[in-house]
């Protein structure tokens, strides 16, 4: 399984930004996509996940400003950042769970995508 992670850059705070993960593969079914944060002399966190019946949850420090969404056809979730703030700064990954096809049968993997950075300016 691949995960491929785009939509991170330099924006203002108050703007909007949105990250697109795409997983690739053989996969038999996503269980759960999630993206966390890391900043710079800190722990990685978890930002948002999401999983199959819209069954969503956010970190405090998000909710009423990120919007997480997934396409289950293309394996693919979405976050949109809104209301960015300064603090927001970070490199974000993906992360899914997922059962894929193997010789023994359907197997359950979590991968991690490559991260991207996110810059949010005062």
């Known amino acids: 399984v691949q995960l491929q992670a785009s939509g991170g850059g330099l924006v203002q705070a108050g703007g909007s930004l949105r990250l697109t993960c795409a997983a690739s593969?053989?996969?038999?079914?996503?269980?759960?996509m999630s993206w966390y944060r890391q900043a710079p002399g800190k722990e990685r966190e978890l930002v948002a996940t999401?999983?199959?019946?819209?069954?969503?949850d956010y970190a405090d420090s998000v909710k009423g400003r990120f919007v997480i969404s997934g396409d289950n056809a293309k394996n693919t979730v979405y976050l949109q950042m809104n209301s960015l703030k300064p603090e927001d700064t970070a490199v974000y990954y993906c992360?899914?769970?997922?059962?894929?096809?193997?010789?023994?049968?359907?197997?359950?993997?979590?991968?991690w995508g490559q991260g991207t950075q996110v810059t949010v300016s005062s």
């Open positions: 992360n899914v769970d997922v059962t894929i096809a193997t010789f023994y049968g359907g197997r359950q993997f979590g991968y």
């Open positions: 999401i999983a199959p019946g819209d069954r969503i």
């Open positions: 593969g053989s996969i038999l079914r996503i269980n759960r």
